[in-house]
């Protein structure tokens, strides 16, 4: 492994001090043509998981993802043990709260929260081998966007999965926006599963959807640190109407009046339902939405989202407004990469695989993005050729994080996109309404 060149004070946009450390994985080494583990992988007696049974996962996955067609992967992780897998999963992520707070730290704790992934594997087990893996010290969330675009969304969500029945108060999966019914039929996700499950492919796509209603909005780490996918979301007033003739329950409506959107509150967060399939972007139940689909602007205030047609933007005044009222320090949310972050004059690039967005009284929002060299597949243009990055918060505080960059490993296993790459809408993602509204 190449060592680490620290810096100290490189932050680009503010004067304070952080460290940023940036690493490049060993080239990899060409695989042996038997598998490195038994495979197929049997589930371990009692459901009991250990520390051996995932690193055995994920040599099976990454030997695998090199030397055998997606169309075997079946024969590695048998359709029973992901069902173990996934049916343990859910039921630990459906009884979290929308918003899991992490607290009851020891000296020597550390937390690292990991942005974007979007399939790629490699790049995945690279960060955990790089920062470490999770243990009784070492906490990690991850802000969502496991699958979709790269070609191992399946392998990616299922290891992250397996580190949450190891250590379910070590290890936060967060929900992205592309865990959705709507963006895994687009971008990748479902054909791959698909493909890799044949006869059973639609049972094993419709645990996953199951899974992802059931995972957590948001993360609160230390009293100080706010993390969630997309961001910020509003509140939604209830204005009581006059009982209506011959009705006898009162009829609630919803205040529409799109100028007067104000932020929304943790309270209000908590009581989110956020077992849907797709986040609504109409009707009373917008803050998953919100949550999942929001990004910051440069703009003061908060106004819809028009370019993603689901979520917000917010301000400066917005970041401040949200952490003095929480007596917070930090946002980190995720969701824009090297090709949204092209679009949006005024927000930095996503080189480095995190920006610095907003800098007020109270603190900052940061852009965390750890999909290195993203999209896995991309039509013409030249590649944006992005570090990913992730970052390590400390004991005592955990306000002043540590920026770690790192580059893809490289060479990436050649295999084919399971979406039309060139076709598909090239940002990070508008919601097409009107197909998403008949998807059901
Ligand atoms: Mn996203």
Request: with cysteine; charged share 25%.
């Amino acid at each position: 492994m190449s060592s680490d060149s620290s810096t100290s004070g490189g932050d680009p946009s503010s004067n304070t001090t952080t460290t940023i450390t940036s690493v490049s994985p060993e080239k990899s080494s060409p695989s042996p043509l038997s598998p490195p583990v038994q495979i197929p992988i049997s589930w371990p007696p009692n459901a009991s998981l250990s520390l051996n049974w995932i690193q055995d996962l994920i040599s099976a996955f990454d030997w695998s993802s090199r030397n055998l067609s997606p169309f075997d992967f079946h024969s590695v992780l048998p359709v029973q043990v992901f069902d173990a897998l996934i049916l343990t999963a859910s039921k630990l992520l459906h009884k979290e709260p929308n918003c899991v707070t992490l607290e009851d730290f020891s000296p020597d704790s550390s937390v690292v929260v990991v942005g974007d992934v979007h399939g790629q594997l490699h790049d995945l087990i690279f960060l955990f081998k790089n920062a470490g893996f999770p243990d009784d010290n070492r906490f990690f969330v991850f802000n969502g966007d496991y699958v979709d675009r790269g070609a191992w969304g399946l392998e990616t969500f299922l290891l992250l999965l397996a580190w949450k029945v190891f250590l379910p108060h070590r290890v936060y999966l967060l929900r992205g926006n592309h865990e959705s019914k709507y963006c895994t039929s687009v971008y990748g996700f479902e054909k791959e599963v698909l493909a890799k499950y044949g006869d059973m492919g639609k049972h094993v796509y419709h645990k996953c959807l199951g899974c992802f209603e059931g995972l957590p909005l948001t993360s609160i780490i230390a009293q100080r640190v706010y993390t969630a996918h997309g961001g910020l979301f509003r509140s939604i007033p209830v204005t009581p109407l006059k009982r209506a003739k011959g009705k006898k329950n009162r009829r609630i409506s919803l205040n529409s009046d799109t100028n007067s959107f104000s932020l929304g509150s943790l309270e209000e967060l908590s009581k989110a339902r956020r077992t849907v399939l797709d986040p609504p972007w109409e009707g009373s139940n917008l803050i998953p939405g919100d949550v999942l689909w929001s990004d910051p602007s440069m703009k003061p205030g908060l106004s819809p989202n028009k370019e993603r047609g689901i979520g917000l933007l917010w301000g400066p005044d917005c970041t401040e407004e949200f952490l003095k009222k929480f007596q917070l320090k930090l946002i980190i949310r995720s969701h824009e990469g090297p090709d949204a972050r092209e679009k949006r004059p005024g927000l930095a690039g996503m080189d480095e695989g995190y920006t610095i967005d907003h800098v007020v009284d109270s603190g900052k929002l940061i852009t965390l993005f750890s999909a290195p060299d993203y999209p896995q597949f991309q039509a013409g243009k030249e590649r944006y050729r992005n570090k990913g990055a992730y970052i390590v918060l400390r004991s005592p505080n955990f306000d002043e994080p540590e920026f770690h960059g790192f580059e893809a490993v490289a060479p990436r296993p050649q295999v084919n996109p399971y979406y039309d790459f060139e076709d598909v809408i090239d940002s990070d993602e508008e919601l097409d309404l009107a197909s998403m509204a008949t998807a059901e």
